[in-house]
């Protein structure tokens, strides 16, 4: 996955330098473990599918609080 950080900080990076309000989005491999460094790469947009509707006992609630959470 490093190398998909680099790709969105560049992309992050091109993005700013335009002026552009425009979202970077990751989509895939998305957990509460890597969500906080994605997100310092300039990633604000997540798709979590498996980290959310993976779990076991169906706590969508607290799946989401995790990844929140993780964000900082």
Do not use: E
């Not at 425009?22 to 947009?45: E, F, H, P, Y």
Request: hydrophobic fraction near 40%; charged fraction near 20%.
């Amino acid at each position: 996955m490093p190398h998909v950080l680099d790709k969105a900080k560049n992309a992050r990076k091109m993005l700013d330098s335009w002026g552009t309000s425009t979202r970077l989005q990751i989509d895939g491999g998305v957990s509460k473990d890597n969500i906080g460094s994605i997100a310092k790469c300039g990633v604000d947009t997540f798709v979590a599918g498996s980290a959310i509707f993976g779990q076991p006992a169906k706590d969508y609630v607290t799946a989401i609080k995790q990844l929140r959470q993780a964000i900082v």
